[in-house]
């Protein structure tokens, strides 16, 4: 089965990470997996086999237990198996080949699952000490057994505004525990066997600078459980993983970081799972792409395919265009963190343009992927609303990936901060004008760059323009990517298929966000991308 990303070659390569036939032939067997396992158990799951909370055993005890069904018990482990959680930490494979895992998986909620068991992992590898490590970190790591991790910081009076924390954390002088008390709003992967939750230790600041993070296993040094399960949330989507609230309640944990670090640790464990929104995102997109494609060849209207009909194929080509542009943001901040994931502090101008990237592929491809859903139910007409077909699915998961780990605002501001102390961005300005100063590239993809990089250089900034300068600037670096794919960058040259089909979409894309809704795509283009797909 061929991957889902036509231009993800070329890419890699332009980014100096050509895919070898061994990660290649990993990618593919997961993405079979993913369409001929996966996908049928998490719409069991979502329709008939949900999560639940069980406090009952045969011997009349009240123990608390998140139950999955066997089915999607077996294939969590699957996933797990893959090294999508550990491979990093375990130096199986490197980060980026994560992120793609995470991008193969589709499902929005099992994604999530292996999102917070990776940044428990990441958590803990970077900021633990090493006797935290050496007493956790194997139990973590065994793929076979599928441990799991869970990230909980948010609380009912704030998710945004995490120095709203109400959390406790007070030391008890024995081999560096704290017990910590408060109430956590929303937990996703409620029943793992991890977590890494926020606190603010006794005598600490208010506000994010007194917060720390803690490492936290569900079981108490001498036995029983750490934390309470208060009820397991009834959500509109993402039903594969089960999002709970929790109480702690004297609940044993490690801090993570020094007290200098302050909130690095949580930022940055925010950071990954950004980066797998982001990813998770282009993933929604690819398979919203895939079964409108699948569909319109099929469906037939006033004699013929539905794909057949120039309108539609329009559709279809914007959507194409959607998932390839989210695509080639999301890996922007997977590639980079390779390099500055060990970065500590964590303030190198590398990881600074990590942070940005992260930002940009967060912000942009939440959107994306909640109009590629929408506009994929269209597609669809009738059944697109009906559950027993994958699109209703779709829409009600992909609907949660602008809220997860901050809304547009939240990316908007954080990245306006970084942006005020380093500029990280101008990186890619000053690759977007070299790009720009070509001449053979088409009029309507040089006007596109002419405006974004006049946007990103207005010197009206403050907090109200950080929003748009985040999102002209993520859609510049969409197309400065695009651009240089369309002049053969990474592929045979401007002639290659790879190059012709960046082209269209570049053509495409700057028609789609300067041309308006109604906008007339050249039908050239559109038969140019079609056929490719
Ligand atoms: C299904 C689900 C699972 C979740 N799982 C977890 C989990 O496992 N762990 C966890 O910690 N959290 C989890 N969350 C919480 C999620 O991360 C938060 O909902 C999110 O961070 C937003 O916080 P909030 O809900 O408190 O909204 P608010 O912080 O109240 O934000 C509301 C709106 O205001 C905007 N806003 C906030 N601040 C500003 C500002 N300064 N200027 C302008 N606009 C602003 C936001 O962007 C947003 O649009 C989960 C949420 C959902 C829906």
């Known amino acids: ?272 799972s950004r980066v797998c929104n982001a990813m998770g995102s282009a993933g929604v997109l690819y398979r919203a792409l895939q079964v409108a494609m699948e569909h319109t060849r099929a469906r037939e209207a006033f004699g013929r395919p539905l794909i057949d009909h120039p309108l539609m194929a329009v559709d279809l080509a914007r959507l194409a265009t959607e998932a390839e542009t989210a695509g080639l943001l999301a890996f922007e901040p997977a590639f980079a963190f390779d390099a500055v994931w060990k970065d500590r502090p964590a303030r190198t101008p590398g990881f600074l343009l990590f942070r940005y990237a992260t930002h940009a592929a967060k912000l942009v491809t939440a959107d994306q992927a909640v109009r590629g859903a929408c506009a994929t139910m269209e597609i669809f007409g009738g059944p697109g609303y009906l559950e027993e077909f994958p699109v209703a699915k779709l829409v009600r998961d992909a609907l949660v990936v602008p809220v997860w780990e901050g809304g547009a605002n939240r990316q908007s501001l954080d990245a306006w901060e970084v942006s005020v102390r380093a500029h990280p961005e101008n990186a890619w300005l000053e690759q977007a004008a070299k790009v720009r100063d070509r001449a053979d590239l088409p009029e309507g993809v040089q006007g596109f760059l002419e405006r974004r990089l006049q946007a990103a250089q207005d010197p009206v900034g403050g907090e109200l323009a950080a929003r748009s300068k985040l999102q002209a600037i993520s859609e510049l670096r969409q197309m400065t990517l695009l651009a240089r794919l369309a002049e053969g960058a990474g592929s045979g040259g401007r002639s290659s298929p790879e190059a012709q089909r960046a082209r269209a979409f570049a053509e495409i894309f700057a028609v789609m966000r300067d041309g308006g809704p109604g906008s007339i795509v050249p039908m050239v283009m559109v038969a140019n991308l079609l056929s490719a797909i």
């Open 1 to 272: 089965m061929p991957l889902p990303f036509p231009l993800l070659d070329a890419h890699l390569a332009i980014t100096g990470k050509p895919l070898s036939p061994e990660v290649r032939t990993r990618l593919e067997a997961y993405a079979k997996f993913v369409e001929t396992e996966l996908e049928p158990v998490t719409y069991e799951v979502d329709r008939r086999a949900r999560p639940y909370l069980s406090h009952h055993d045969t011997l009349g005890g009240d123990p608390e237990e998140v139950v999955l069904n066997a089915a999607h018990r077996a294939a969590l482990q699957k996933i797990y198996q893959t090294g999508i959680s550990t491979g990093p930490a375990e130096g199986r494979h490197p980060w980026w080949e994560t992120f793609a895992l995470g991008f193969l998986t589709t499902d929005v909620g099992c994604f999530c699952s292996a999102t917070v068991t990776m940044a428990t992992v990441f958590s803990l590898v970077k900021y633990g000490t090493e006797e935290l490590k050496a007493k956790f970190l194997p139990t973590l790591l065994e793929n076979g057994a599928a441990r799991q991790g869970a990230t909980w910081a948010t609380e009912a009076q704030g998710g945004s505004d995490l120095g709203s924390n109400r959390a406790r954390a007070k030391p008890t002088g024995e081999g560096g525990r704290f017990l910590l008390n408060g109430e956590k709003y929303f937990c996703s992967n409620v029943g793992a066997e991890f977590a890494v939750v926020t606190a603010r230790p006794e005598g600490a600041p208010e506000g994010p600078k007194g917060l720390r993070l803690f490492f936290v296993p569900a079981k108490r040094e001498k036995g029983g459980p750490n934390w309470k399960i208060r009820r397991l949330k009834e959500k509109l989507g993402t039903t594969s993983v089960p999002t709970g609230e929790v109480s702690l309640i004297d609940t044993e944990g490690y801090q993570l970081g020094t007290d200098q670090e302050g909130l690095y640790p949580t930022m940055e464990m925010l950071n990954v």
